[in-house]
Every structure is written in structure tokens, then in C-alpha cells.
T-cell receptor, first 112, second 113 residues
């Protein structure tokens, strides 16, 4: 119940295309859903986040769509660029700690 | 640069040995988190400290221990090392305890031979 399932494991997109990564969870106590971006040799960095009372959040080319009833959320990267090539992790938080449960990660490659 | 400093960046040691990983959080951050990243397990939460006190615990092995010192830096001690402990160990920090916005360091890569 503490798991966050992420798919796909890897994704190849052409430059200018839309990248979509999906996550699903079971624990309805999760109250915060961030996405982290990780480049090789670096630590994860917060990209965008959403709370369950909002169905969509957009920041630039990055959008989170959240479906509370289905317990699913997804990251959409519009106009994908080679610089977006990285590993993306969805995560979920419960309670008043900062403890995050991470998905397994998606390695995105954007081809020029 | 996240402002979180981890040392050492790389560490190679033998089975049965003990190592200490060090983390300096961002200036002003009170909370420190340790995560283990391996290929097959992804990012696994180990433990969180807030202002010197343990706040949350994950699947941290009994062979592992951590503490946060009065100057807020933290150390993760790994003992009786096994081959399977080889992984990237990340430290993250945040100002408050309940935020999901963590700032990660660049990690300490541990190789156990």
C-alpha cells in the first residue's frame, strides 16, 4: 500500500513531441505528489508538484494531471527537448514528515 | 547546485567493513533525509532527522545508523558491509519537517567488494 508504481521504465521521444509518464498509488493518505528530475551524476531535483485537491498543474512545458478517483497521476512534457533527457521520478508523501515514497523512475531520451 | 554537500563522493571498501557518510544540509534547513538508490530498488527512504531528533524511519537495516548533530550536519554509518549495500546514498534537506520539497545532494557512491 506504500508503493507508487511508475511507467514506462524508459521512453524515447522525438524533439518537439510530448512525453508522458504515469504513476499510480494505493494509499489514500498520500497528500502531496511531486515529480523529481535527475540528470546523470546528480541528485534528484524537484520539478513540479501537486496536491490531491487540484486536477491539473502547469509550469511552463511541464504539466501534472491528477485523477484522485483513479489514484493516478501523470507528467506531461510538452515540446520535449534534448535537454529534458533525464530520469524522472514520481513520488508521494504522507503525514507531516517529508518522507517521500518514490516510483521506480523513467529514463527519458529525447532525440534531436 | 542544491546547497547540500555530501562527502565522500566515492568510496570503495570491502565486505565486513564500516563506513561513515557525511552530509551538510543547505544553510537554514533543519531537516535531513537519507535515501538509498540502487538499480533494482530505486530510491528508498532510510531515515529523517529534524533539528537533531529522529522524525521518520524507513526500511533502514539494523547495521545502519544515523544521527544529526547540533550544527545540523548528519552522518550515516554503515557497518558489517555486504555486497548488496553497494549503492548511491543521497542526503536531502528541507527547512521544515513536513514538506515534500527536498533538496538533494549529489550522493555518495559506495562500492563494496
Amino acid at each position: 500500500q506504500q508503493q507508487v508504481k511508475q511507467s514506462p521504465q524508459s521512453l524515447i521521444v522525438q524533439k518537439g513531441g510530448i512525453s508522458i509518464i504515469n504513476c499510480a498509488y494505493e494509499n489514500t493518505a498520500f497528500d502531496y505528489f511531486p515529480w523529481y528530475q535527475q540528470f546523470p551524476g546528480k541528485g534528484p531535483a524537484l520539478l513540479i508538484a501537486i496536491r490531491p485537491d487540484v486536477s491539473e498543474k502547469k509550469e511552463g512545458r511541464f504539466t501534472i494531471s491528477f485523477n484522485k478517483s483513479a489514484k493516478q497521476f501523470s507528467l506531461h512534457i510538452m515540446d520535449s527537448q534534448p535537454g529534458d533527457s533525464a530520469t524522472y521520478f514520481c513520488a508521494a508523501r504522507t503525514g507531516n514528515t517529508g518522507k517521500l515514497i518514490f516510483g521506480q523512475g523513467t529514463t527519458l531520451q529525447v532525440k534531436p | 547546485d542544491s546547497g547540500v554537500t555530501q562527502t565522500p563522493k566515492h568510496l570503495i571498501t570491502a565486505t565486513g567493513q564500516r563506513v561513515t557518510l557525511r552530509c551538510s544540509p543547505r544553510s537554514g534547513d533543519l531537516s535531513v533525509y537519507w535515501y538509498q538508490q540502487s538499480l533494482d530498488q530505486g530510491l528508498q527512504f532510510l531515515i529523517q532527522y529534524y533539528n537533531g531528533e529522529e522524525r521518520a524511519k524507513g526500511n533502514i537495516l539494523e547495521r545502519f545508523s544515523a544521527q544529526q548533530f547540533p550544527d545540523l550536519h548528519s552522518e550515516l554509518n554503515l557497518s558489517s558491509l555486504e555486497l548488496g549495500d553497494s549503492a548511491l546514498y543521497f542526503c536531502a534537506s528541507s527547512y521544515s519537517s513536513g514538506t515534500g520539497e527536498l533538496f538533494f545532494g549529489e550522493g555518495s557512491r559506495l562500492t563494496v567488494l
